[in-house]
């Protein structure tokens, strides 16, 4: 079973879905933790080439790059993944490039669209947790984390509030799939929201998801 985080940079996806591992793990599901890009060792050259200013890369090589990165994970990791039965946890998956190449570089929607059918054929996130917050707030966070903002981060505020619409055009268009949550939040109160959310789906899923069963 996919469960996908997506959100700007610093909405906290990393932290969230961490926590819900630990939470998960503790809880004594199978469960296990992956991100975009750079899951495999394609996608950790491909995440260096993509988040450092070491080479130039263009609009399109940049696209076709994140979905380079995608189908080698699809392939590795999400399609073995799913014959386990176990729950797999994702940093960032399709919907961020819908929004950062599509809405935000303003790549067409139905190039992506295509390219995705292609890469992920019948595999799909059973539930997305979109951590909404203003960029402002975000790049403040960033900006504390201490790091150097990466060649993505560096993008400004306009670009990051038309991927914060474009985040907020996928949830409106597929309601079922989407739980949009207020990244302001503290996030242990977070953290309660998504486990809240997922325990009664869990349950009524019908796979065995226990460690070691
Ligand atoms: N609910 C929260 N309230 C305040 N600060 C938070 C919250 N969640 C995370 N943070 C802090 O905000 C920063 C960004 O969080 P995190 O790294 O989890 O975001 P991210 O969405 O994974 O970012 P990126 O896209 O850059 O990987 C971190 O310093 C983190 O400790
Ligand atoms: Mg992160």
Same mark, same amino acid.
């Given at each position: 079973?996919?469960?996908?985080?997506?959100?700007?940079?610093?909405?906290?996806?990393? $932290?969230?879905?961490?926590?819900?591992?630990?939470? =998960? %793990? #503790?809880?004594?599901?199978?469960?296990?933790?992956?991100?975009?890009?750079?899951?495999? +060792? @394609?996608?950790?050259?491909?995440?260096?080439? #993509?988040?450092?200013?070491?080479? +130039?890369? *263009?609009?399109?090589?940049? @696209?076709?790059?994140? =979905?380079?990165?995608?189908?080698?994970?699809?392939?590795?990791?999400?399609?073995? %993944?799913?014959? %386990?039965?176990?729950?797999? #946890?994702?940093? &960032?998956?399709?919907?961020? $490039? $819908?929004?950062?190449?599509?809405?935000?570089? *303003?790549?067409?929607?139905?190039?992506?669209?295509?390219?995705?059918?292609?890469?992920?054929?019948?595999?799909?996130?059973?539930?997305?947790?979109?951590?909404?917050?203003?960029? @402002?707030?975000?790049?403040? &966070?960033?900006?504390?984390? *201490?790091?150097?903002?990466?060649?993505?981060?560096?993008?400004?505020?306009?670009?990051? &509030?038309?991927?914060?619409? *474009?985040? #907020?055009?996928?949830?409106?268009?597929? +309601?079922?799939?989407?739980?949009?949550?207020?990244?302001?939040?503290?996030?242990?109160?977070? $953290?309660?929201?998504?486990?809240?959310?997922?325990?009664?789906? =869990?349950?009524?899923? +019908?796979?065995?998801?226990?460690?070691?069963?």
């Amino acid at each position: 079973m996919l469960i996908t985080f997506e959100g700007i940079d610093g909405s906290g996806k990393s $932290t969230q879905a961490r926590e819900i591992h630990n939470a =998960l %793990s #503790l809880a004594g599901l199978k469960v296990r933790l992956s991100r975009e890009p750079g899951a495999t +060792p @394609l996608g950790e050259e491909i995440r260096k080439i #993509l988040l450092s200013d070491s080479v +130039p890369v *263009g609009n399109l090589a940049e @696209l076709l790059l994140f =979905l380079a990165d995608r189908a080698q994970h699809v392939q590795d990791v999400l399609r073995p %993944s799913r014959s %386990s039965g176990e729950i797999l #946890l994702v940093d &960032r998956f399709t919907d961020a $490039t $819908t929004a950062y190449q599509g809405y935000g570089m *303003g790549h067409p929607l139905p190039l992506i669209e295509t390219l995705h059918k292609t890469i992920l054929q019948d595999i799909e996130p059973f539930r997305t947790f979109l951590l909404d917050i203003d960029p @402002l707030a975000a790049s403040e &966070r960033i900006r504390k984390r *201490g790091e150097k903002k990466n060649r993505i981060e560096e993008r400004g505020l306009e670009f990051f &509030r038309n991927v914060r619409n *474009g985040y #907020l055009e996928l949830a409106k268009q597929n +309601p079922h799939r989407f739980c949009v949550l207020d990244a302001t939040l503290p996030r242990e109160e977070l $953290t309660r929201s998504i486990l809240k959310d997922l325990e009664p789906r =869990l349950l009524a899923h +019908p796979a065995d998801r226990r460690a070691g069963g």
